[in-house]
């Protein structure tokens, strides 16, 4: 299935896409893809359903509405740093042995295609096409990647949008470049595990003002996504709904000489094959009040 919201910000319904140009309404059984929604087995109630209602014609068509991310905010967005040996290398930085982890804010999820704004005091704002897990299930001390595999609700494109000079300049605390208002655009589809082939070789893009900046594969991931479900859920309890930002090719601003940062009016377009495609203009800092 392929699960997308779409509406105002804040008052999204929940939807199965059907095709390009239509979906079916869930939202008269179904009150959001949130924690509950998931943790309940959400999907495979409604997947039926779904099925049922596009069978029968009970569509509807696309006619401009915004998409929203294709969840409710999740409990934590939990991100993996330098998961692309290239990527790190264009970082200046080793291969980890283990996953590195932080967090970003779970107020910066936004649509896939809703405006990205630029901190007060930014300077180094970068873009970071990356493949996002959301969780179907309460997961803790899973015994295996087979089990981590079972509790994976689906995948997502999100852009794991940077402050570069908060990151590494203020006392090397990733999270303080992750957290800003509108850094963490996901969609536009959450999209079941039984609808991609292969998750662990789709192509990965991302262009900025029509110049492509980043080209990879999610095949050449140091950690790969099964295995990163597992080894998180050792160190914490994964709740429903919960994502993971598992990590960017090579090809940020920060990689280039000299450095490319995202000026206002720049505007963002990423995919990943299979999932879907994002669009973001990027807006100047707010004013002080």
Request: charged share 20%.
């Amino acid at each position: 299935m392929f699960l997308m919201r779409i509406g105002a910000a804040g008052s999204e319904r929940p939807v199965a896409r059907i095709s390009d140009t239509r979906y079916v309404d869930l939202s008269d059984v179904v009150t959001d893809f949130n924690e509950e929604f998931f943790g309940s087995g959400g999907i495979e109630r409604v997947r039926g359903l779904a099925a049922e209602r596009a069978a029968s014609g009970s569509t509807e068509k696309f006619a401009g509405e915004r998409i929203g991310a294709p969840f409710a905010r999740p409990h934590q967005i939990l991100c993996i740093g330098l998961n692309f040996s290239d990527h790190a290398a264009e970082s200046g930085q080793a291969v980890p042995e283990e996953p590195i982890l932080f967090t970003k804010s779970p107020n910066t999820l936004i649509g896939p295609n809703d405006f990205v704004r630029i901190p007060r005091g930014s300077t180094k704002p970068d873009w970071e096409v990356e493949l996002g897990i959301v969780i179907g299930r309460r997961s803790s001390y899973l015994d295996s990647v087979e089990e981590a595999r079972d509790a994976i609700a689906g995948f997502c494109v999100v852009n794991d949008v940077s402050e570069r000079s908060f990151q590494l300049e203020r006392g090397g605390q990733w999270s303080k470049g992750k957290s800003a208002e509108t850094f963490n655009p996901a969609g536009p589809w959450l999209v079941t595990p039984d609808e991609i082939e292969d998750v662990q070789n789709l192509g990965m893009w991302l262009d900025v003002n029509g110049i492509r900046r980043q080209t990879g594969s999610t095949s050449k991931m140091v950690f790969d996504p099964f295995f990163i479900v597992h080894y998180l859920s050792q160190f914490l309890v994964l709740e429903p709904g919960d994502l993971i930002n598992t990590g960017t090719p090579p090809g940020v601003g920060m990689g280039f000489t000299p450095p490319i940062w995202l000026q206002p009016g720049d505007v963002m377009e990423l995919g990943i094959e299979g999932l879907g495609v994002q669009r973001q203009g990027v807006l100047a800092p707010r004013s002080a009040s």
